[in-house]
């Protein structure tokens, strides 16, 4: 039978009868990511109309309010936030280090406990709590209870450092709150970075005050750049800008004649095509360019990481790449970011693997001392059409079933990487074919979902078998959520 049935068929006796000891996997609880350690206990906890939420922390005032307000909008009870012990209590780890994103969870009859070292930790707990609780509560508006949860005992904490989704706004624009949602849904599954792809051939989507002829349509102001941010924060989640160079940067050559060699202008491009723009390496007003989009950039994103690309620049000659990228990362040095980009990039302290014919770049950065963040293309990128079918997407890396994106480790997918050279992982959606957030979503799940287990969770305990079983209870949520998903077929959808 089924995991992801237990719980419905069996009492919550027979359940902790039959689970009752530590496993690497959350029998009778469909849970993703998989938690580190679950143990099932007797009886079972019901949320009543008079519940309150108890704060016993120092700080996660913010995490309780959320939590109050995500289960208010559909149980439609009235959950009031305190300072002392209640139905459901969040609290500090009192001594125990469960690092920054570790927590604990206990559920018997009477109560719901979650501790955490930071309000961080507390957050990724109300994760799985939310999965712990019947698919409706993700709806947003009033449903009929009972609102149950069987007795258990969790205490996890995440493999990887990173976990991330990319997402392009340069070659279709996304709007702050489409944006907004796509977070939304992501950190429900433990996401904390979002890398957006801010420039491309095809557009410039953040406005740069001291050369304003960049952005002039669809594009953030940075206004709501800092919105965006300030969102994501909320939500424990860090944003990394990338703004590509020295190639993909059509956009920019548009914008500014001088910024090409010729100091012609070119045409504005839509197309599909890489790999034909490149900065001008060899004058300095290049450089001049930089170090302003880089100041403004600096100034705006409170995370360490600045992402310059560096990808498919095959319009700079290899000696002229090497002496810019050099420059590039004394800029963001003095800046003081972290110098991120794609594996070809010749510097920076994280490289991201993602062309499955190029593991040698992967391998030469971490040679340098890198750490990588692992994005395989035939893995990991969202983009990628799930069958010959598929009504969106591209197929260049290949066709990319929900079962596929799962089949993978970060730390042997590479011949010479080891999980210490790994930062993590991150799930790149290219939006050369898409235009809707539907058609985000379509391509997003149920794919993430995975891609951020195998950042979150230990390999041990891990398998297509046991995953595919736990994703099928996940179909109810999204549709509750009105998320445009995938239902493939290799998944016996709840």
Not at 112 to 124: D, I, K, N, Q, Y
Not at 244 to 252: F, I, R
Not at 360 to 382: E, F, H, I, Q
Request: charged share 25%; net charge negative; aromatic share 10%.
């Amino acid at each position: 039978m089924p995991h992801r049935r237990l719980a419905a068929l069996m009492t919550a006796s027979a359940l902790a009868t039959a689970c009752a000891s530590d496993v690497p996997g959350p029998k009778g609880a469909p849970l993703i990511p998989l938690p580190a350690s679950v143990r099932m206990t007797e009886g079972t906890f019901t949320l009543a109309p008079g519940a309150r939420i108890g704060l016993r922390a120092s700080g996660g005032a913010r995490v309780a309010e959320e939590l109050a307000r995500l289960l208010r909008r559909s149980t439609g009870y009235a959950l009031p936030v305190v300072r002392q012990e209640a139905e459901i209590t969040l609290e500090e780890a009192g001594g125990r280090d469960l690092g920054r994103e570790g927590y604990t969870l206990d559920v018997t009859p009477d109560r719901v406990r979650l501790a955490a070292s930071t309000p961080e930790g507390l957050f990724r707990g109300v994760q799985t709590l939310r999965q712990l609780l019947p698919a409706k509560v993700e709806s947003a508006t009033p449903q009929r209870g009972p609102w149950m949860i069987a007795g258990l005992s969790i205490e996890d904490r995440p493999r990887f450092p990173y976990r991330g989704v990319m997402l392009d706004v340069a070659r279709h624009f996304f709007t702050v709150d489409q944006v907004k949602r796509y977070i939304d849904l992501a950190v429900a599954y433990k996401v904390n970075h979002l890398h957006l792809h801010l420039t491309d051939d095809q557009g410039w989507r953040i406005e740069i005050k001291s050369w304003p002829l960049l952005a002039t349509d669809g594009f953030y102001t940075q206004d709501d750049y800092r919105e965006i941010v300030r969102y994501a924060a909320d939500r424990f989640v860090t944003v990394v800008p990338e703004i590509d160079t020295p190639g993909h940067t059509n956009a920019a050559l548009a914008a500014y004649a001088e910024l090409n060699c010729d100091g012609k202008a070119r045409e504005p491009y839509k197309g599909r095509e890489v790999g034909f723009s490149s900065l001008c390496t060899g004058k300095e007003i290049t450089y001049r360019f930089l170090d302003d989009v880089v100041r403004e950039m600096a100034e705006l994103t409170p995370g360490p990481y600045l992402d310059l690309g560096g990808d498919e620049a095959h319009s700079t000659s290899p000696e002229d790449y090497e002496k810019f990228v050099a420059r590039a990362q004394q800029i963001v040095d003095k800046y003081g970011k972290r110098l991120m980009g794609w594996a070809e990039i010749t510097s920076g302290t994280v490289a991201q693997h993602w062309n499955p014919r190029e593991a040698d770049r992967a391998v030469a950065a971490v040679a340098r001392g890198a750490k990588l963040v692992m994005s395989p293309a035939d893995r990991s990128y969202l983009d990628m059409k799930y069958t010959q079918d598929t009504e969106y997407g591209l197929d260049w890396a290949g066709l990319v079933e929900v079962g596929d994106s799962y089949a993978w480790d970060p730390a042997t997918l590479v011949e010479g990487v080891a999980e210490k050279d790994v930062l993590g992982v991150e799930a790149p959606l290219w939006t050369e074919t898409l235009e809707t957030p539907g058609a985000l979503e379509y391509m997003t799940y149920p794919r993430l979902p995975g891609i951020a287990e195998i950042g979150w969770s230990r390999p041990s305990g891990r398998s297509w078998e046991d995953y595919k079983g736990r994703l099928a209870a996940h179909g109810p949520r999204w549709s509750a959520q009105s998320v445009n998903f995938y239902r493939s077929p290799d998944v016996a959808w709840d």
